[in-house]
């Protein structure tokens, strides 16, 4: 996500949702306890570690996973509140990606940014080039906003979407943020401003496509192989209606949703893909789906970002999750024997650390993990490679002394001075307890004196962490993030690497 970009928090969760409230009492702390159980763990894991031997053969399919924001403290967050939402301390849980044979660190900084936006950092990951801010597969010599189509096309860099489309692989995109978003778009897009995402958001008279027109009119062999986009982001692809609402969108403020040219682009995808494509814009029609009579399916779920996790499972009838999305696709792609590309983005982990809200994030993070679970036990690993990494990371910290199983959402409490003694909210100078989790900026900053948590319930899902930095919106961090991968050529990802070298690792698994 961009900058400065507020987030939308959705209502309160309500009964389906108080399973994702942890701040009932702390578990026992249960795991290895006795001290040869930790040795004898350091033992096992060199045994697994020496039976894993690389596969080298080419991959039918890759499936890259990106939890957009998920730097390595939102992923550690995440897999301690996984474990205690099943009633564990946390911290030895492990989300399904973290059982992948081989991971390394990616190096987030563009072409001109020390840290980066959503939009170079997927043009590296789907390109293989480092673009400049806010750019999306084109390079950076690209001048910015530009709106000569014949230039744009000339510094346009192919994605691996297209590649993938050449070579004869069917193609797909999943994501929870609109399917016009920097990182969905990255597959296929090809713009100097990843604003443009429909022609209300362009410069008058700009000839080059927006994003949603792009997705619809791409070239043939991407338009035969693109069997699968499924997102939010429905008001880009619709004509503006004379009495439309007024849209409160979380990035670009009050605005009416819909197109000024007047196309349907809806209905443009259906015509343009003939017998068998589908359209979709509720989970009742997705579930209704039946995939052996569909070749293309394109599910827009909300006019702009799909709903936070928690937010979604209080109206189940109302959009799918990010698993079921995953799983739908990988079953329509699964029918090309060709094989398959499928990008799939957790695209509402960054809004919620955009607005401070770690909850909201950290459960967009647990179904990312869900998703990849999916994708694990429909594919095989001797032929699909699967890479989950992120674009960038968020300023959120983990902090405090706080004890084993201390509840991840709530104030710190540290280890007792005196063993068997209850726990107790550790202090601040001032003698205020602080959260484990918070932010270097953001709108959770308050003004004047901390305010006293004693009597509030840090793990409500609309609290906002506290900030050091008063921002409207909190900002991208510039640290490292990791990837994780399995199957062909999964050996590739080691070490520390540049991000624009994933592109390279998922070309040469597929032997392009």
């Given at each position: 996500?961009?900058?400065?970009?507020?987030?939308?928090?959705?209502?309160?969760?309500?009964?389906?949702?108080?399973?994702?409230?942890?701040?009932?009492?702390e578990p026992a702390v249960r795991g290895p306890e006795k001290v040869q159980d930790w040795y004898d763990a350091g033992q096992r894991f060199i045994r697994e570690s020496k039976a894993v031997k690389p596969i080298t053969g080419r991959a039918k399919n890759v499936i890259l996973f990106v939890g957009d924001g998920m730097g390595v403290s939102t992923q550690t967050a995440a897999r301690i509140l996984e474990g205690?939402?099943?009633?564990?301390?946390?911290?030895e849980?492990?989300?399904?990606?973290?059982?992948?044979?081989?991971?390394?660190?990616?190096?987030?900084?563009?072409?001109?940014?020390?840290?980066?936006?959503?939009?170079?950092?997927?043009?590296?990951?789907?390109t293989g080039y480092k673009t400049r801010e806010g750019m999306l597969g084109v390079d950076h010599l690209t001048p910015r906003n530009d709106c000569d189509a014949a230039n744009v096309a000339a510094h346009s860099v192919e994605t691996m979407l297209e590649l993938a489309a050449e070579h004869g692989k069917a193609t797909g995109v999943v994501t929870t943020a609109r399917l016009t978003h920097a990182?969905?778009?990255?597959?296929?897009?090809?713009?100097p401003a990843r604003d443009w995402e429909a022609d209300t958001h362009q410069p008058a008279g700009c000839g080059v496509k927006d994003i949603a027109r792009q997705l619809i009119e791409v070239s043939p062999a991407v338009r035969k192989s693109l069997k699968v986009a499924l997102g939010g982001g429905r008001s880009a692809f619709l004509p503006r209606q004379p009495d439309a609402a007024t849209v409160d969108d979380p990035e670009y403020g009050p605005v009416k949703g819909g197109r000024t040219d007047g196309r349907n682009l809806t209905a443009e995808w259906l015509s343009s893909r003939g017998n068998g494509a589908q359209y979709v814009w509720n989970k009742a029609q997705f579930d209704a789906i039946d995939l052996a009579g569909t070749e293309h399916l394109l599910g827009l779920f909300e006019p702009s970002h799909m709903r936070y996790e928690a937010d979604r499972a209080q109206d189940q009838a109302g959009e799918p999750s990010l698993t079921e999305m995953t799983d739908k696709a990988i079953r329509l792609l699964s029918r090309q024997r060709q094989g398959f590309f499928l990008e799939v983005e957790a695209g509402?982990?960054?809004?919620?650390?955009?607005?401070?809200?770690?909850?909201?994030?950290?459960?967009?993070?647990?179904?990312?993990?869900?998703?990849?679970?999916?994708?694990?036990e429909l594919t095989r690993?001797?032929?699909?490679?699967?890479?989950?990494?992120?674009?960038?990371?968020?300023?959120?910290?983990?902090?405090?002394?706080?004890?084993?199983?201390?509840?991840?959402?709530?104030?710190?409490?540290?280890?007792?001075?005196?063993?068997?003694?209850?726990?107790a909210p550790a202090k601040d100078?001032?003698?205020?307890?602080?959260t484990t989790l918070g932010y270097q900026n953001g709108p959770g900053h308050?003004?004047?004196?901390r305010t006293d948590l004693s009597a509030v319930d840090t793990t409500e899902l609309d609290f906002h962490q506290e900030a050091a930095i008063p921002m409207e919106s909190e900002t991208h961090g510039g640290e490292d993030v990791a990837i994780w991968a399995r199957g062909p050529r999964a050996h590739l990802v080691r070490g520390s690497m540049e991000e624009n070298w994933i592109f390279h690792v998922m070309r040469n698994a597929f032997g392009f």
């Open positions: 996500m961009k900058k400065n970009t507020p987030v939308v928090a959705g209502a309160a969760a309500v009964l389906c949702i108080l399973s994702f409230t942890t701040a009932a009492a205690q939402l099943r009633g564990q301390p946390g911290e849980n492990r989300l399904s990606f973290e059982t992948f044979p081989y991971s390394a660190l990616s190096k987030t900084y563009s072409w001109d940014q020390q840290t980066s936006d959503s939009a170079p950092t997927i043009s590296a990951i789907m990182t969905p778009a990255g597959a296929y897009a090809h713009v509402r982990i960054d809004h919620g650390h955009h607005g401070g809200n770690a909850k909201r994030a950290l459960l967009d993070t647990i179904e990312l993990s869900n998703a990849v679970r999916r994708a694990m690993e001797s032929d699909t490679l699967i890479i989950v990494t992120a674009d960038h990371s968020h300023v959120f910290t983990i902090a405090g002394y706080p004890h084993r199983g201390n509840n991840i959402l709530g104030v710190v409490k540290d280890v007792p001075e005196v063993d068997g003694n209850p726990t100078q001032k003698g205020l307890p602080y308050r003004e004047g004196p």
